[in-house]
């Protein structure tokens, strides 16, 4: 008897204009101690496989056919108080969202505890004692102290091992993993992905992984399956799926991963994508509003120069200065960024990534050393109205496009927005122009200006966060984690386009990534960093063939490795 077995699975949403059906006639097993593994891009019903598991779907979201059974029980027909006792005591769920599966408003000891207390009965002791010892495990340090601390205190890959903790607290039978490492660096991914084999090993639990990571999949799952429009095309074992795919779907996706062995000009278009992130075939960037900013820095061999930055920041306040404390977030960094190349940041969470970003726009103010901008020094600068010139030529692509873009604005008002801020059109007709230009140019069309962020996918809105980017025609493009969130086959789109407008612009850029072989295939040269400190800059090719530091190759040996069980004519 399989510990999970769903048959002829039907999710439907119904609508005013007739039902969206989410998952179609999906039948798939569980046994205890095994790791299935489900692919596919965004949309394909991955998540809605989980939901529908596990009791959430959210209304008016119906299981319209088939069945559920856990360990040999229906639960799909369950009433809801039944469903409410399954959920955290046989069924643990890993949310994707680390910020919307904490309460801000409650430490982390408290949802711990409480979540403990609810299921097993242990008393407020053992409750704390079992909780600290979970944070330990999923690798949080000095989980004693952290413990006490709200979400908001933890960093984003933190945040995600204590969802983790919070997932595993009653011992569940089955866990139900979803995008559980897409905010973890590779050193911090490595650690919960030994944990979670682990817990199925030494407990004999299920676990359904979801995730658009294929070398996690190499790496975790015993088998495989493939998910297109809500349906399963192809499954198997993992060596099978991935080492020798029968279906093209499933071969477009595997070539869309990102290599870590060579640099490769493009990534494949994915079979059956209709909605490309690219150029337009007739994009004349001697016409396009964008071109008349392409020439910027021309004699200037580098744009940007740090020298010796340091951020610090206050971790305990007191009017007595020794038992003040402090966090040293970036020490003494020094490097430069050279006109027209794309310079990548790497390290593990915390490392100081992206406080070097904000140091650079201005968010942050730096506690030592310079920051020189060609040949202005923005740390000498006095005054927001003396650093606006520079910070229009400066702009961030952030990691989160569901948080970064304002939900009751329309996109045609989100992409206007920096231009009349910086009064960059002189009539609101000329704005709207221009708005409708930067959305041909990111693949979504005017069409796209009058529609509310919410009516888009996580890839297409971060295309609109690269069209806002791009609407104060910056020199300098800050790329902070852009592709995380996103499945593979729209992150090589993204790529792509990027790619596409970093050539055609003579774009500068910084792009920031946990992602090794994301940072192999975009950036020129590298930088690794680790506790606020540069330790090693290098050719990309160098860098990944010969690191000089210790610590870089152990990054590099960290990296989940889809071509272990790829044939060599799949690898090539």
């Given at each position: 008897?399989?510990?999970?077995?769903?048959?002829?699975?039907?999710?439907?949403?119904?609508?005013?204009?007739?039902?969206?059906?989410?998952?179609?006639?999906?039948?798939?097993?569980?046994?205890?101690?095994?790791?299935?593994?489900?692919?596919?891009?965004?949309?394909?019903?991955?998540?809605?496989?989980?939901?529908?598991?596990?009791?959430?779907?959210?209304?008016?979201?119906?299981?319209?056919?088939?069945?559920?059974?856990?360990?040999?029980?229906?639960?799909?027909?369950?009433?809801?108080?039944?469903?409410?006792?399954?959920?955290?005591?046989?069924?643990?769920?890993?949310?994707?969202?680390?910020?919307?599966?904490?309460?801000?408003?409650?430490?982390?000891?408290?949802?711990?505890?409480?979540?403990?207390?609810?299921?097993?009965?242990?008393?407020?002791?053992?409750?704390?004692?079992?909780?600290?010892?979970?944070?330990?495990?999923?690798?949080?340090?000095?989980?004693?102290?952290?413990?006490?601390?709200?979400?908001?205190?933890?960093?984003?890959?933190?945040?995600?091992?204590?969802?983790?903790?919070?997932?595993?607290?009653?011992?569940?039978?089955?866990?139900?993993?979803?995008?559980?490492?897409?905010?973890?660096?590779?050193?911090?991914?490595?650690?919960?992905?030994?944990?979670?084999?682990?817990?199925?090993?030494?407990?004999?639990?299920?676990?359904?992984?979801?995730?658009?990571?294929?070398?996690?999949?190499?790496?975790m799952a015993d088998r495989v399956a493939v998910m297109y429009r809500g349906r399963v095309v192809e499954t198997g074992t993992t060596a099978q799926v991935l080492g020798a795919p029968a279906h093209d779907y499933t071969r477009s996706l595997i070539s869309a991963v990102p290599r870590p062995d060579v640099k490769v000009p493009r990534f494949p278009r994915v079979t059956y994508i209709e909605d490309a992130a690219e150029l337009p075939e007739d994009f004349d960037l001697s016409t396009h509003w964008l071109g008349q900013a392409r020439n910027f820095g021309a004699g200037h061999a580098e744009l940007v120069r740090l020298e010796d930055a340091s951020m610090r920041f206050t971790t305990t306040r007191s009017m007595w200065k020794s038992r003040r404390r402090y966090l040293d977030a970036v020490d003494r960094v020094s490097f430069e960024i050279?006109?027209?190349?794309?310079?990548?940041?790497?390290?593990?969470?915390?490392?100081?990534?992206?406080?070097?970003?904000?140091?650079?726009?201005?968010?942050?103010?730096?506690?030592?050393?310079?920051?020189?901008?060609?040949?202005?020094?923005?740390?000498?600068?006095?005054?927001?109205?003396?650093?606006?010139?520079?910070?229009?030529?400066?702009?961030?692509?952030?990691?989160?496009?569901?948080?970064?873009?304002?939900?009751?604005?329309?996109?045609?008002?989100?992409?206007?927005?920096?231009?009349?801020?910086?009064?960059?059109?002189?009539?609101?007709?000329?704005?709207?122009?221009?708005?409708?230009?930067?959305?041909?140019?990111?693949?979504?069309?005017?069409?796209?200006?009058?529609?509310?962020?919410?009516?888009?996918?996580?890839?297409?809105?971060?295309?609109?966060?690269?069209?806002?980017?791009?609407?104060?025609?910056?020199?300098?493009?800050?790329?902070?984690?852009?592709?995380?969130?996103?499945?593979?086959?729209?992150?090589?789109?993204?790529?792509?386009?990027?790619?596409?407008?970093?050539?055609?612009?003579?774009?500068?850029?910084?792009?920031?990534?946990?992602?090794?072989?994301?940072?192999?295939?975009?950036?020129?040269?590298?930088?690794?960093?680790?506790?606020?400190?540069?330790?090693?800059?290098?050719?990309?090719?160098?860098?990944?063939?010969?690191?000089?530091?210790?610590?870089?190759?152990?990054?590099?040996?960290?990296?989940?490795?889809?071509?272990?069980?790829?044939?060599?004519?799949?690898?090539?």
């Open positions: 008897m399989s510990l999970l077995d769903v048959r002829g699975l039907q999710v439907e949403f119904p609508s005013r204009r007739g039902h969206v059906v989410a998952v179609r006639d999906l039948t798939i097993t569980v046994e205890p101690g095994e790791i299935l593994g489900i692919v596919g891009e965004s949309g394909a019903g991955k998540s809605t496989i989980g939901n529908a598991v596990v009791g959430l779907l959210e209304p008016p979201g119906r299981v319209s056919g088939g069945e559920i059974r856990l360990q040999g029980e229906r639960i799909d027909n369950l009433p809801d108080a039944l469903k409410r006792a399954l959920r955290g005591r046989k069924i643990g769920m890993i949310f994707q969202d680390p910020l919307t599966s904490l309460d801000p408003l409650r430490t982390i000891e408290r949802q711990l505890v409480d979540t403990i207390d609810y299921h097993l009965k242990l008393g407020e002791e053992a409750a704390v004692a079992r909780a600290v010892g979970l944070l330990d495990a999923v690798g949080i340090p000095d989980p004693a102290v952290r413990i006490k601390q709200y979400p908001h205190q933890f960093s984003g890959g933190m945040r995600q091992r204590a969802v983790i903790a919070l997932a595993l607290c009653a011992d569940p039978e089955l866990v139900i993993a979803d995008e559980p490492t897409t905010a973890l660096d590779v050193s911090v991914q490595a650690q919960i992905l030994d944990l979670m084999k682990g817990l199925c090993w030494d407990r004999q639990v299920g676990m359904i992984l979801i995730t658009h990571d294929m070398g996690v999949i190499a790496e050279r006109n027209g190349e794309v310079f990548g940041l790497v390290g593990e969470s915390g490392s100081g990534k992206s406080t070097v970003a904000r140091m650079i726009t201005g968010i942050y103010r730096p506690t030592g050393g310079r920051i020189r901008f060609g040949d202005t020094e923005l740390t000498a600068l006095q005054s927001r109205a003396a650093a606006a010139p520079y910070r229009r030529q400066m702009q961030m692509v952030f990691q989160d496009p569901f948080s970064s873009l304002n939900g009751r604005m329309r996109v045609r008002d989100i992409v206007a927005e920096p231009i009349h801020f910086h009064k960059l059109a002189p009539t609101r007709a000329e704005a709207a122009r221009i708005v409708d230009q930067l959305l041909d140019v990111v693949g979504l069309g005017a069409q796209a200006a009058q529609r509310f962020p919410h009516e888009f996918s996580g890839g297409q809105r971060q295309r609109i966060s690269i069209a806002r980017a791009l609407a104060t025609r910056p020199r300098f493009l800050i790329c902070d984690e852009p592709t995380s969130a996103l499945d593979v086959s729209i992150q090589a789109q993204i790529l792509n386009l990027l790619k596409d407008l970093q050539q055609e612009l003579n774009l500068t850029m910084l792009f920031i990534s946990h992602d090794l072989p994301v940072i192999r295939q975009m950036c020129d040269r590298v930088g690794v960093m680790r506790h606020g400190k540069l330790l090693e800059v290098a050719a990309t090719d160098a860098l990944f063939e010969k690191p000089k530091h210790a610590y870089t190759r152990h990054l590099l040996s960290l990296m989940p490795k889809l071509e272990r069980i790829m044939q060599p004519k799949m690898a090539e």
